[in-house]
């Protein structure tokens, strides 16, 4: 992939860094966050962090694999740069809910589902997919 | 926090008192017997459960606030040690989490407050059980009230994410080689089995977008504790509870795993304690626990 930095984007990239509390520089492409997913993200945490240092907000932005994240923080304990990936995917996946672009349809959910999941996962579901 | 046990605020949380009935009863039966008691706060609301990540985030924390502010002014009217405790990991974590960010950032503190015309004043500890069995009553004291021999139970410890991590925030235990749930399950007499899973995450909210994810990280994990020698695995995490145990029903990616009963650390603590499991809702798990209960425990499995 040809990759030429875009110079609006650094806007982005800052807005992003203010909103998470990120400092994307500080990562330094060690992988080990990568290295400990267990969402098999394509493309993975650090290669999303990678985008950005690049300038290339819209790659990261509109990578589907910011929406298999769950959380689970192993990226950010790991960071022997004190980056969290987990922060910088959910800041990522916010601006698309801001923009009321929801990932899960409720209309569709299975009422199965609903009946038999415990409360926090119908409430975690909403905040980071709606 | 103190060092005699007594009567503790405690926070339930919405799962609780619905798909986790069994979690808070068996809880509150063990807590009788040790000799506490669990004082549920009387107006308390949903914490959101998933803390949010992103620093501009303070709309999330105005929930799990309130609920501090609940705790702060009962503790403050009844003069006993601010602690807050929880049962739910969920809950735990994101009370525990906002704890830490209102104490160390005044500022958004202060935002909170303002906006939700309330005054916390920051006093609040928030304690899960098990940190509470660990720390004010000692699993030495709890080895000495176990009735039933415990022996024959090979049971997996899991820990999950949110129980631990972050380590900076939370404390509890170390986050990739914790022994909390180890050391309780020794406390009781059971066959502790160790194994590598016992950290990795079962998809957690993802159910809600990916359950086949959630089924194969699921039987990773249980493929794992299976292969180590376990028969029954134990959590503290209601979420954990039901993707492990309901993700069994996918019987083709389960095709090779016999059924794996998941329980509540707090239901076997009930076993354990030779306790009346009626309530408990154990024949509600999707993998029956009764059979391995029965059959290690004698217990009886009237609950059916
Ligand atoms: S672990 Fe930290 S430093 Fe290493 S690649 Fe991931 S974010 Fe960058
Ligand atoms: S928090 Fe998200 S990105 Fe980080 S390790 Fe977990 S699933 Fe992967």
Request: net charge negative.
């Amino acid at each position: 992939m040809l990759i030429n930095p875009v110079e609006k984007d650094q806007k982005r990239i800052s807005d992003l860094e203010l909103a998470t509390g990120e400092t994307i520089s500080d990562c330094y492409q060690c992988g080990k966050c990568t290295a400990g997913c267990p969402a098999s993200m394509d493309p993975a945490p650090s290669v999303l962090i990678q985008f950005l240092k690049l300038g290339q907000f819209e790659l990261a932005r509109n990578a589907e694999s910011i929406w298999s994240c769950m959380a689970c923080l192993t990226c950010s304990e790991r960071c022997p740069k004190n980056v969290s990936p987990a922060a910088i995917i959910e800041g990522l996946k916010n601006l698309h809910l801001r923009d009321m672009d929801p990932r899960v349809d409720l209309e569709t959910m299975s009422r199965d589902f609903l009946a038999r999941s415990p409360q926090m996962a119908i409430i975690s579901g909403f905040r980071k997919f709606i | 926090m103190s060092d005699k046990p007594a009567r503790i605020p405690y926070y339930p949380g919405c799962t609780m008192k619905t798909k986790a009935l069994g979690f808070e009863r068996s809880a509150m039966d063990c807590a009788e017997v040790i000799g506490f008691e669990m004082d549920e706060l009387k107006d308390w609301n949903c914490c959101g459960a998933s803390y949010p990540l992103t620093k501009d985030n303070l709309m999330g924390l105005t929930a799990p606030t309130n609920i501090l502010i609940e705790a702060e002014r009962r503790c403050q009217k009844e003069e006993v040690d601010p602690n807050l405790l929880t049962l739910c990991v969920f809950c735990y974590n994101t009370l525990k989490r906002t704890e830490f960010a209102l104490g160390q950032d005044k500022k958004k503190l202060e935002t909170i407050n303002a906006f939700l015309d309330r005054k916390y004043e920051g006093s609040v500890r928030v304690v899960h059980y098990l940190e509470y069995l660990r720390d004010v009553i000692g699993f030495d004291n709890l080895a000495k009230m176990v009735k039933t021999d415990m022996s024959k139970f090979k049971v997996a410890p899991y820990y999950g994410c949110l129980l631990l991590k972050p380590q900076k925030e939370i404390g509890l235990d170390d986050p990739e080689d914790p022994v909390i749930l180890h050391n309780f399950l020794d406390a009781l007499g059971c066959k502790v089995i160790d194994f590598p899973a016992q950290v990795d995450c079962c998809g957690s909210y993802l159910v809600m977008r990916e359950p086949e994810k959630v089924s194969k990280l699921s039987y990773d994990i249980l493929a794992d504790a299976n292969e180590y020698g376990a028969e029954t695995l134990v959590t503290a995490c209601p979420l954990c509870q039901s993707n492990l145990d309901q993700s069994q029903g996918d019987k083709v990616q389960f095709a090779d795993l016999d059924g794996m009963p998941i329980l509540y650390f707090t239901q076997l603590l009930a076993i354990a304690f030779g306790l009346d499991t009626k309530t408990h809702k154990l024949e509600e798990h999707h993998i029956d626990p009764l059979p391995l209960l029965k059959a290690h425990s004698g217990a009886d499995s009237e609950s059916k």
